[in-house]
């Protein structure tokens, strides 16, 4: 029944590894997203597709990669992991990239060490 | 200057209280306003889209002011469920929808 779902929920690793956050929405929505939420909570945008098209790619370093196999999926993938890296990662879905009401995901706590 | 600013807080009130947060935005292009809800440790979530001629529902009133590029919420009889952080979410179109984030304001509502 979980309309947007991620996983992990929690991912530990150490400095220089390369892990990847899957997402999958079965609510039938054109658009997701990945966004960051850091220590200060602030949490910022990363990526938006729209049926599997890359729409939006806000200031991120180039080790963050997203892919879209279908437009009910979006994964995150991220290479060279540093310290920096560590915050939660929220995968959202809308209707289409003009829609008002975004659904998240529960979020993926990633921890660089 | 942040493109939209909220006060942290947090406000501490008793129950059935009212309280009034404030959001201010920069991009005078914005379209679309929301407030969202995110309890600790859990994703956010849409509490109210904001319009022009203000809209209520139930105990939350919000409100937009585009002349002064500023939103507002009020909750009114505050119950110890609605202890969260409130997130001003707006919405800037340039050939693709933007979604910018508030830092959100913490409440806590207490018995």
């Known amino acids: 029944d979980t309309a947007v779902s991620q996983t992990p929920k929690y991912l530990v690793t150490q400095m220089g590894n390369d892990k990847s956050i899957k997402c999958e929405q079965n609510l039938g929505h054109d658009t997701m997203y990945w966004y960051k939420q850091d220590s200060k909570k602030f949490l910022k945008i990363m990526f938006s597709y729209n049926n599997k098209e890359l729409i939006i790619n806000e200031t991120v370093p180039n080790r963050f990669s997203p892919k879209s196999p279908d437009k009910a999926h979006l994964n995150l993938h991220i290479n060279s992991l540093e310290l920096g890296d560590s915050a939660v990662y929220f995968c959202a879905s809308s209707q289409d990239d003009v829609s008002y009401e975004q659904y998240f995901g529960p979020g993926t706590r990633l921890t660089v060490t | 200057r942040k493109e939209v600013e909220q006060d942290p807080g947090p406000f501490n009130v008793p129950e059935g209280a009212t309280v009034a947060f404030n959001c201010t935005y920069s991009n005078s292009a914005s379209q679309s306003f929301f407030w969202y809800r995110q309890d600790c440790r859990k994703e956010p979530k849409l509490l109210m889209s904001?319009?022009?001629s203000g809209n209520e529902d139930g105990r939350f009133t919000a409100q937009l002011n585009r002349a002064s590029q500023y939103i507002s919420l009020l909750i009114r009889d505050s119950k110890l469920s609605d202890s969260a952080t409130y997130l001003c979410v707006v919405m800037v179109g340039t050939g693709g929808f933007k979604t910018i984030f508030g830092a959100g304001t913490r409440l806590f509502v207490k018995a």
């Open positions: 904001v319009y022009s």
